[in-house]
């Protein structure tokens, strides 16, 4: 599974000879020298220059970044952890020999939530500190994990600031969930003899061609990496090419699809099904800019077959929240939204879902389910959060994201791929004109769920298994 030496990626393995004769294959162990060719060149050399490069052009852009950032927030509504957080997080005094779980934001959050949890089933007494990247992240990770874990921002990754989280935390593991791959914190977890594992794994071609034209300054700084859990052999591949060595790679399975779907009753429940009317529902999840507009009108297209669904609406990004609403306003739509909904409404057509942590939990009242960030191209969201219901989905093409997910859900029946606005709406209007075929793949989608059930635990075995053994070599 390791990759070979060659043109394409030349510095990402070389081939040394060892004392029998036999060839061996190092991690960016050489460089090409114009004339002789291979030179040998230690990793710790590579390594320190690489890091020395990164920390370079952090430090130059960082005063560039911040009020650009600052600017885009400001206009777009989003929010994110203040700039002090990220430089001096706040951690209270804990027991060393913990394990340091770091998540960018919601979904990696639950899959985090999910690791917590088997580890404190599995009777694990040491502390775990969960850091968040988003501000809706590390909300949702303060509302779900803070009975069984430490909860803290995301250090900048600059010295100063990885390196007193490290002296506050002096965990024995860090975890880094799916490719937050930041050089200076997984440099400074080596340099105190921590192991770093990356768990749920992935990685697209796409990120593999842009680590490869980085190879001579991203090679030695992937080095740090002890245990790279992945979702499937394709992702165990992707990450071999990068030079990565073979035995540190394993497949444990994706951990999305250990979810159960959660029975507390929401507290708009009732409210939103006689707004509905007896109507069926549509649960228009996690959608991005431009979708809504798309399922309104597909929604529209399809009540000319039937009676068009009561629809569920929650936008992906909390800063999205008032521009949708002034969207459903625009277009004439009766709606009611989440954070006003004890309003004196009688009527309407769409229920606005402008909260965190709930969409989960709101698939269990659709008749069918449309997953966003498919129809524009940004790669799609998780459709499994409806399938553990037995809600049958429907996405755009656009779902390189949870590509493998969908290949089975679309092959098992589960789901549908819808090129447009017209395929959204002939899905609609097909699964509303026949509930019993929505139901059976609703059936389909659920079985997926069921068979794929498991990675948590192989995953929390791998951990373990890695902190009794320590760093890999």
Known sequence: MAAKPGAEHPVTATTTETDSGSGSEDLASGIRHPVSG???VSLPVMAAASLWLYRVLFHALLPLAVPLLWLRDRVGGKSRPPLRA???????????????????????????????????DRQWEPPVVVSVTTATGL?????????????????????????????????????????????????????RGIPVAVVNGRLSESSVNRYRRLGRIM???????????????????RFASLGIPEHRIQVTGNIKYDLEP???????????????????????????????????????AAGKRGPA????????????????????????????RRSEQMADTETADVFLLDTIGELARAYQMGSLAFIGGSLVATGGHNPLEPAVWGIP????????NFQEVYDEMVAAGGARLA?????????????????????????????VVERNRGATARTVDALLALVDSGPSD
């Open 262 to 300: 959660d029975p507390t009753p929401l507290p708009w429940g009732t409210r939103v099904r006689a707004l509905a009317g007896g109507r069926p529902v549509l649960v228009a999840g996690s959608t991005m800019d431009g979708e809504e507009s798309l399922v309104l009108d597909a929604v529209e």
């Open 38 to 40: 291979w030179v040998k």
């Open 309 to 336: 669904p009561f629809v569920i609406m929650a936008p992906r990004h909390p800063e999205r929240f008032a521009s949708v609403a002034e969207l459903l306003d625009r277009r004439g739509v009766e709606f009611v």
């Open 219 to 237: 090679a030695p700084l992937l080095e740090p990496l002890s245990l790279i859990l992945v979702r499937d052999p394709s992702d165990a591949v």
């Open 139 to 191: 909300a949702l990770a303060r509302r779900t994990v803070t009975d069984a874990a430490t909860v803290t921002t995301c250090p900048l990754d600059l010295p100063g600031a990885v390196s007193r989280v490290f002296d506050l935390v002096r965990p024995q593991l860090l975890v880094l969930v799916e490719t937050e791959l930041w050089p200076e914190l997984m440099h400074q977890a080596s340099s």
């Open 393 to 400: 989905v429907v996405s755009g093409c656009h779902v390189f």
């Open 86 to 120: 990220r430089l001096v997080p706040e951690i209270p005094a804990i027991e060393p020999g913990g394990i340091w779980i770091q998540a960018v934001s919601v979904g990696e959050v639950e899959l985090g939530r999910r690791l917590v949890r088997e580890l404190r």
């Open 419 to 447: 090129a447009d606005c017209a395929g959204l709406a002939s899905a609609i209007a097909d699964w509303l004109a026949d509930p019993a075929s929505a139901r059976a793949a609703g059936d389909a989608g659920r079985a």
